[in-house]
């Protein structure tokens, strides 16, 4: 392996590196919301939100993002919309993990005892406030480590943007493999580059979990 | 839709289904390798497995597509696309199947081994008569969410010039979403149906 070579191409794969980060970062903020809407969907009162949640919910799972992302990126210019390519990777990623990012919420929810709840309101407390303030600390805290192996594979989706011409990590490095005779090195330092993305998300996910622990 | 077409989707949703299977079977092999290496082998064994699988978790399988395909050619490697893919995404995935079982086999209780050695069962006995069926049926839920996560991403394989489901989709129209959806919705249900009907 040229460590030489390493050093020259590291700045090509960094520029790559920043839109894996900007296209992750608003995925991740964009599905944690997403999935409050997805949760709510899912345990709203009137049935027919309800099965109109499920269905997003089972479509969405059940479909690869590469697949959304062509319908975005090729479905949407022939009704006359011609999103960027970088929208529209962000707006798959999101569509896809909001709906398992509210499974993950509704798990948490349906974790907590509904005796905390009853607490709540005999307390005297709006059935709004006891959500907000009783059950999503404590559902939250509970998933926290799964929301976090989410983060991961968020950022390992936003890989599939290069398909659709996205320079992120992937795409800058396949650039570079097309051109350079060394595909050994840039195989490496993509590699290494995602796994130091996925250890840091990781760490901040255990670094929340400690702030914010499981009290039982 | 014309016939010639669905009879094209067609073909490429069977490839799709055969590297899926292709791909499952050989990732279910190693990764129970891996959960027994992490679970009972020599302790540096063990650290090496646990690494192979943080690691592998942390790349996204498109790069290790490419790179392999860009790279086994340097190697003087020349595999077809398929043989290519289905060998990576095996390996890949075997990270993620050697979680499942290595999930189910440590939600065995230790009691279980206890009573086994009590009625003079030897270890490996004791495995397979005491511990194994038990983790079988704990197991199947999330192999078969694993083995569904296979299937989407197989979707992937057309990025390196492979001919499936997504790729013939690509060349016809936008109904390939509905394809995979009637592949994968079946499993999704199946899924859930034995996860609430499994009593572990």
Not at chain 1, 11 to 25: F, H, K
Not at chain 1, 148 to 169: C, H
Not at chain 2, 156 to 170: K, M, N, P, V, Y
């Amino acid at each position: 392996m040229d460590t030489a070579f390493l050093l020259r191409i590291l700045p090509v794969l960094l520029e790559g590196l920043e839109i894996t980060v900007a296209l992750t970062g608003f995925a991740l903020v964009g599905a944690a919301i997403g999935g409050l809407v997805v949760v709510a969907g899912r345990r709203s009162r009137f049935a027919a939100v309800r099965a109109v949640t499920i269905a997003y919910i089972d479509v969405m799972r059940n479909t690869p993002v590469l697949v959304q992302i062509f319908i975005l990126y090729f479905g949407l210019p022939e009704i006359g919309l011609y999103p960027e390519a970088f929208a529209c990777g962000v707006i798959a990623l999101v569509l896809q993990n909001s709906a398992y990012a509210g499974e993950i919420y509704r798990a948490g929810i349906e974790s907590v005892n509904r005796t905390q709840t009853e607490a709540a309101l005999s307390l005297g407390m709006l059935p709004r406030r006891a959500l907000f303030d009783i059950v999503l600390p404590q559902a939250l805290r509970r998933v926290l480590p799964v929301l976090g192996n989410q983060a991961v594979v968020i950022l390992k989706d936003s890989s599939i943007a290069s398909t659709i011409s996205v320079t992120e990590l992937t795409q800058a490095g396949k650039l570079l493999l097309d051109r350079s005779a060394a595909p050994y090195e840039t195989f490496f330092m993509m590699a290494a580059l995602y796994l130091a993305m996925a250890a840091i998300i990781l760490a901040a996910m255990r670094l929340l979990a400690w702030r914010f622990p499981v009290r039982t | 839709m014309k016939l010639t077409v669905l009879t094209y989707m067609a073909w490429g949703a069977s490839v799709t289904v055969m590297l899926a299977a292709a791909v499952i079977l050989l990732s279910s092999v190693l990764g129970m390798g891996l959960a027994l290496t992490r679970l009972y082998a020599w302790p540096p064994l063990r650290v090496l497995a646990a690494g192979y699988a943080l690691v592998t978790r942390g790349i996204p399988l498109l790069v290790l597509l490419i790179g392999c395909y860009f790279s086994l050619p340097y190697l003087g490697i020349t595999l077809p696309v398929y043989a290519a893919a289905i060998v990576v995404m095996g390996f890949y995935f075997a990270a993620y199947m050697g979680e499942v079982f290595r999930g189910a086999l440590m939600a065995v209780p230790r009691t279980q081994w206890d009573a086994g050695r009590s009625v003079g069962f030897r270890s490996l006995q004791n495995f397979r008569i005491v511990i194994l069926p038990q983790a079988r049926r704990l197991c199947v839920a999330p192999f078969l969410n694993s083995s569904l996560s296979v299937v989407k991403n197989t979707s992937l394989i057309s990025a390196i010039g492979g001919w499936e489901l997504f790729s013939t989709g690509r060349e016809i129209g936008e109904r390939t979403g509905e394809l995979y959806y009637l592949i994968c919705f079946p499993l999704a249900r199946l899924a859930s149906y034995v996860e609430r009907h499994s009593h572990a």
